[in-house]
Nanobody, 120 residues
C-alpha cells in the first residue's frame, strides 16, 4: 500500500505565498509522474502542475509563472511553491503520484487534500 501525505496549506492574503509538500511512503519500487491537482467548491478537479521522474514539468495556464513544482526522488517527495496567490487559487489541493509498487505494478495514488484559502 502507498500513502501520500500533504502539508502546508492554510490561509494567505492575495499576493502572498505558500509552499505545499507531499511525501509518498509504502511499498514503493519507483515513482513516475507526480503532480498537484485542485478542486474549488462547485468545480471539477483540475490539473495544477506535474513533474516527471526526469523533472520535466507541465503547468496549467492559470498558474504558469506563479507556481513552481519540484521533487526529490531520493525522498519520494513533491512540492509546490505558490507565489502571487489570487483568490481564484482557493481550493483543496491534492497530491497525485503514479507509483510502481513491489506487488501491484503501476497505480495512481492520491493524497487526502489540503485546503488553500486566499483571502483578505
Amino acid at each position: 500500500q502507498v500513502q501520500l501525505v500533504e502539508s502546508g496549506g492554510g490561509l494567505v492574503q492575495p499576493g502572498g505565498s505558500l509552499r505545499l509538500s507531499c511525501a509518498a511512503s509504502g511499498s514503493i519500487r519507483s515513482i513516475n509522474a507526480m503532480g498537484w491537482y485542485r478542486q474549488a467548491p462547485g468545480k471539477q478537479r483540475e490539473l495544477v502542475a506535474t513533474i516527471t521522474s526526469g523533472v520535466r514539468t507541465i503547468y496549467s495556464g492559470s498558474v504558469k509563472g506563479r507556481f513552481t513544482i519540484s521533487r526529490d526522488n531520493a525522498k519520494n517527495t513533491v512540492s509546490l511553491q505558490m507565489n502571487s496567490l489570487k483568490p481564484e487559487d482557493t481550493a483543496v489541493y491534492y497530491c497525485n503520484a503514479d507509483v510502481e509498487t513491489v506487488v501491484a505494478g503501476h497505480s495512481m495514488y492520491w493524497g487526502q487534500g489540503t485546503q488553500v484559502t486566499v483571502s483578505s
